[in-house]
């Protein structure tokens, strides 16, 4: 099992409309998650990084954390073609180095 | 705030030629560094992570001595890539982490992409 998973896509989305992006974690452990945008040929920038448990919004983002299921997702309300891009979950891995685990990412294309 | 450079931000070498990457957080402190490497359409794995004054850690199958890293300042991280060869050829991102914050937030380079041929 990876440590991170993320369904690849691509998930279509007409404009105006709801994306939900779906993250699955393994380690029980971990503490800090964190989405990320990539456009192509870009480097990831951050949109949202969430802690407790429940929900997180941030303009048209919210994040949403559950431990005991170890599921984070990210919702994009009101999807416009520029949010078309790859969404990267990251999940901390607790030690020495605190580094990043990241998903493959999932690919959102926002149709106009 | 929490802006990182890098630069080059794209570089065409012969091959068995170094390259250098510079990665400078302009507006924070980073003990710690990161540098990872993408390849067309798969995601970020981590190659080492950097930390001022001392060794960098590298990740399972990263040759040390084919990726020089050097974390000399509290603002500037360096990825060499000696003897460079056409399969290194790749996008090289690095990331820094605000050392007077607690969270595990990286913030992320422009990336370099790298050419050899």
């Known amino acids: 099992q990876k440590e991170v998973e993320q369904n690849s896509g691509p998930l279509s989305v007409p404009e105006g409309a709801i994306a939900s992006l779906n993250c699955t974690y393994s380690?029980?452990?971990?503490?800090?998650f964190f989405w990320y945008r990539q456009y192509s040929g870009k480097s990831p920038e951050l949109i949202m990084s969430?802690?407790?448990?429940g929900d997180k919004e941030d303009g048209r983002f919210t994040a949403q954390l559950n431990k005991a299921s170890q599921y984070v997702s990210l919702l994009i309300r009101d999807s416009q073609p520029s949010d078309s891009a790859t969404y990267l979950c990251a999940v901390n891995v607790r030690g020495a180095t605190n580094k990043l685990i990241f998903g493959t990412g999932t690919l959102l294309a926002v149709q106009p | 705030g929490a802006v990182v450079s890098q630069h080059p931000s794209r570089v065409i070498c012969k091959s068995g030629t170094s390259v250098k990457i510079e990665c400078r957080s302009l507006?924070?402190?980073?003990?710690?560094m990161f540098w990872y490497r993408q390849f067309p359409k798969q995601s970020l794995m981590l190659m080492a992570t950097?930390?001022?004054?001392?060794?960098?850690?590298?990740e399972q199958g990263v040759e040390k001595d084919k990726f020089l890293i050097n974390h000399a300042s509290l603002t500037l991280s360096t990825l060499t890539v000696t003897s460079a060869h056409p399969e290194d050829s790749s996008f090289y991102i690095c990331?820094?982490?605000?050392?007077?914050?607690?969270?595990?937030?990286?913030?992320f380079g422009p990336g370099t992409r790298l050419t050899v041929l």
């Open positions: 380690d029980r452990v971990s503490q800090s």
């Open positions: 950097s930390n001022e004054g001392s060794k960098a850690t590298y």
């Open positions: 990331s820094a982490r605000d050392s007077e914050k607690s969270t595990d937030t990286q913030y």
């Open positions: 507006d924070f402190q980073a003990t710690t």
């Open positions: 969430i802690y407790s448990n």
